[in-house]
């Protein structure tokens, strides 16, 4: 089993909780729109492994040190994560043909700042947005997610509001 810590957009914002909600994860994973790299650097100063994707607000920094797309199998679990993706019933094209080309498990996805875990009958796959962590944007609430990988099935998501 391994335990996930999933945010995104903290556009800039730091907060120490991230590091308090994601000590007992395993993994920090983190759905673009950083803006500034330190946030990614005192992640990966945890020695827990982190998988970053860059966002549309992400300089050239971001672009050259991580990928826009991340595709893994991790506990017998499918995963792509990218930042801009949508959600089922409003997938953008590009985003839906390649879900169908290239079947996933998990969806990870975030640029909405809205939090949403949906799951699409049609594709069998879960979508999760952890929603905003920083304070940039329309959001009302700053939220994160964890939850745990095990034997090929996505277990105990927990959404965690930060007041």
Not at 9 to 29: G, K, S, T, V
Not at 41 to 47: N, Q, S, V, Y
Not at 50 to 76: E, H, S
Not at 89 to 102: K, T
Request: aromatic share 10%.
């Amino acid at each position: 089993m391994t335990h996930i810590g999933l945010m995104s957009d903290p556009h800039a914002l730091w907060d120490d909780r991230y590091l308090q909600y994601f000590e007992a994860c395993d993994e920090i994973w983190l759905a673009g729109d950083v803006v500034d790299s330190t946030i990614c650097d005192r992640l990966e100063a945890t020695g827990k492994t982190c998988r970053i994707v860059w966002g549309n607000a992400d300089g050239q920094d971001m672009r050259l040190r991580y990928p826009k797309d991340q595709r893994f199998t991790l506990d017998g679990v499918s995963v792509w994560m990218t930042h801009i993706g949508g959600y089922p019933g409003r997938w953008p094209r590009n985003i839906l043909d390649e879900l169908r080309a290239h079947p996933v498990t998990l969806f990870v996805c975030g640029h909405s700042h809205i939090c949403r875990a949906m799951y699409d009958r049609s594709l069998a796959t879960l979508m999760l947005n952890p929603g905003a962590a920083g304070t940039y944007g329309p959001q009302v609430h700053r939220t994160l997610m964890r939850f745990a990988l095990h034997e090929g099935k996505v277990q105990d998501l927990e959404v965690i509001e930060l007041a």
